[in-house]
C-alpha cells in the first residue's frame, strides 16, 4: 500500500525517541492511573482485498483477471473507551466507521480488454484492543496493540459488478505514540485490518444487467486488508 504512511510515521517516531532523552515537566503525571476514560477518534484509511481467481471461462471464451492496482484515502471517526489493567496494559473498545472504496479493474486474457468498476464501503467496525503501553519517557509513551474486530458495511450497493457481504471479522494489529499534553493527551496511531472472511457475494439474484455476473464468476474469495492512520484525542 502507501508506503509514505510507513515512513512518516516511523521518521516522526524517531524523531520523538530522540527528543525525549532529555528530563522535563510531565504533564498529567496520573492520568494513565485512571481505571477508565473516553476519546475520540479521526483519521485516514485505506481498503485493500487479497483476491483469489477462480478461472472461470464463459461460454464466448472470456477469461477475466482481477486486481486493485490503485487506492483511495479515505476518512474515519469514532468513540474510544478504555480501561486500566496494569501499569501497561490496557483494554479498549474503539467502534468507528471508515468510508472508502475499493476500485477493481478486470482485465481480459486474450484480448487484453479492461473494465473497470467501484465499490464503496463504509465500515462501521467494532474493534476491542488491549493496548502495552512501554515506561513512559517524560512526555511520551511508545505502544502496541492488538485485538480482534467485527465489521459491519453500511454502503452495500445492489445491481453493481461487484457486491460484498455486509458483515466481516478479523484481527488487528497497531502501533501509536502518546503525546501528555497539559489537558489532554494525542495519540498518532497505526493500525492494520487482516479479514478472516470471504466477502465475495456469489449469489447475484439482484443483478438487472446479467452480463456483469461475469466478473462475479472469475472470482472464488475476497479477503479485505485496511491500513488506518488515527489521533486519539484522550
Not at 23 to 37: A, F, M, T, W
Not at 38 to 54: A, C, E, K
Not at 174 to 198: N, Q
Request: proline share 4%.
Amino acid at each position: 500500500m502507501n508506503k509514505r504512511i510507513y515512513l512518516a510515521f516511523f521518521a516522526c517516531f524517531l524523531a520523538l525517541t530522540a527528543l525525549a532523552q532529555k528530563e522535563k515537566v510531565k504533564h498529567q503525571p496520573y492520568g494513565d492511573q485512571r481505571l477508565y476514560h473516553f476519546g475520540i477518534t479521526v483519521g485516514l484509511n485505506v481498503q485493500d482485498m487479497i483476491l483469489t481467481h477462480s478461472g472461470y471461462t464463459g461460454s464466448n471464451g472470456e477469461t477475466w483477471f482481477c486486481e486493485i492496482p490503485d487506492y483511495s484515502m479515505g476518512f474515519n471517526a469514532g468513540l474510544l473507551a478504555d480501561l486500566y489493567l496494569n501499569p501497561f496494559m490496557n483494554l479498549r473498545f474503539s467502534p468507528t466507521i471508515h468510508f472508502g472504496d475499493k476500485q477493481f479493474t478486470f482485465r481480459e486474457e486474450k484480448t487484453g480488454e479492461i473494465f473497470k468498476t467501484i465499490a464503496r464501503s463504509n465500515y462501521l467496525t467494532f474493534p476491542v484492543d488491549v493496548k502495552f503501553s512501554s515506561m513512559r519517557i517524560n512526555n511520551y509513551r511508545p505502544y502496541l496493540l492488538t485485538g480482534i474486530y467485527t465489521a459491519l458495511d453500511l454502503g452495500i450497493q445492489k445491481n453493481e459488478p461487484m457486491l460484498l457481504k455486509p458483515l466481516d471479522y478479523g484481527v488487528q494489529f497497531g502501533v501509536g505514540c502518546d503525546f501528555y499534553l497539559p489537558i489532554v493527551k494525542i495519540c498518532p496511531e497505526l493500525r492494520f485490518y487482516f479479514g478472516l472472511t470471504d466477502l465475495l457475494e456469489k449469489n447475484r439474484s439482484d443483478l438487472q444487467d446479467r452480463s456483469f455476473l461475469k466478473y462475479t464468476n472469475s472470482l472464488s474469495k475476497g479477503i479485505s486488508r485496511m491500513v488506518v492512520l488515527t489521533f486519539n484525542f484522550e
